[in-house]
């Protein structure tokens, strides 16, 4: 349970998260928790929203730094030459590492922006 609202208060200032009655506590493995349909909702450093949600989302006890997540799908907002872009952004695995504060999505990797872009790859590091 404070390895959800951590993992959560790590990624932004600005934070929805499930309710706690949402987590179910079968999760709890040795050494790692677990949180099911994990979702993280803030803004990044340029004060632009964005949402990353995943299937599973996995935190260590002894590395709370990391969140490990699995069927990753999420929105990024940004500014190009002042019209807003909406990225709506697919993968099959990301890491967020509240250090660097950076999320680093492997794995069938798909980015398709509503001005049109398009980008395929087997990585994406976004930084936050």
């Known amino acids: 349970m404070v390895a959800a609202l951590v993992a959560g ?8 998260w499930t309710p706690i009655s949402a987590i ?8 790692q928790f677990k949180m099911s349909g994990a979702a993280f909702v803030g803004t990044d450093k340029n ?4 949402t ?5 989302g996995y935190q260590e006890y002894d590395n709370p730094d990391i969140v490990l997540m699995e069927t990753v799908s999420g ?6 030459d002042g019209k807003k872009i909406t990225d709506n952004i697919t993968a099959r695995n990301g890491k967020y590492n509240r250090t660097n504060k ?14 049109g872009d398009k980008i395929r790859t087997d990585e994406l590091v976004i930084r936050l």
């Open 102 to 115: 950076t999320v680093v999505l492997t794995g069938d990797v798909r980015v398709d922006s509503s001005n």
């Open 47 to 50: 004060g632009e929203p964005f």
């Open 52 to 56: 990353l949600r995943a299937k599973t």
């Open 24 to 31: 179910n506590m079968t999760d709890i493995v040795s050494k």
């Open 75 to 80: 929105t990024v907002n940004r500014k190009s």
């Open 9 to 16: 208060s790590l990624f932004t200032k600005q934070l929805l």
